[in-house]
């Protein structure tokens, strides 16, 4: 039996990524820009993953590290497990920034920009912007908070192929 994507990824749980509370778990799953709730690491497997219907998109799993706002660090996970899950498409952490605001990227071949809270890479925009360390991470956060973003640092725990 399929889980309806939309029962579990909601727009609007994006708000959670930039809350200073703490919760049970630390990893949230994306799709389409749209995000579930927390869940414990124990929750997220290819199974989990299975369970929604087959179709063009990938599922990813974060981790979350820090939140940033005005320029300052206001929430870190004291909680971090610096790993990579086992279907990461990463062999070592790599982290990526989540805005609480939309960014449009030119898609070349596109008729109309890719509209995404994820910060892109600028020379491929259809992928995620990673970043190698938390440090840099956490500089481009910083610079991106200074300019009334919300910025949230997250590590790519794991995704997995929906085709």
């Not at 993953?49 to 005005?70: C, H, K, W």
Request: glycine share 4%; aromatic share 16%.
């Amino acid at each position: 039996m399929f889980n309806s994507l939309e029962t579990v990824f909601k727009h609007e749980n994006i708000d959670l990524l930039f809350r200073t509370e703490r919760y049970k778990g630390t990893f949230i799953a994306e799709t389409n820009n749209s995000f579930s709730g927390y869940m414990k690491r124990k929750d997220f497997s290819r199974e989990w993953a299975l369970s929604f219907p087959a179709g063009r998109y990938v599922i990813t799993v974060y981790q979350r590290y820090s939140v940033y706002q005005e320029g300052n660090r206001v929430w870190r996970n004291e909680d971090y497990l610096n790993e990579v899950g086992h279907d990461s498409r990463y062999r070592s952490p790599s982290f990526v920034i989540i805005l609480d605001c939309e960014m449009n990227s030119e898609i070349p071949s596109w008729d109309r920009p890719l509209c995404s809270n994820t910060v892109r890479n600028k020379e491929n925009p259809l992928q995620a912007q990673t970043f190698s360390s938390i440090e840099k991470a956490e500089m481009a956060a910083q610079k991106y908070s200074e300019q009334r973003f919300k910025a949230a640092v997250l590590e790519w725990f794991e995704d997995y192929d929906m085709y």
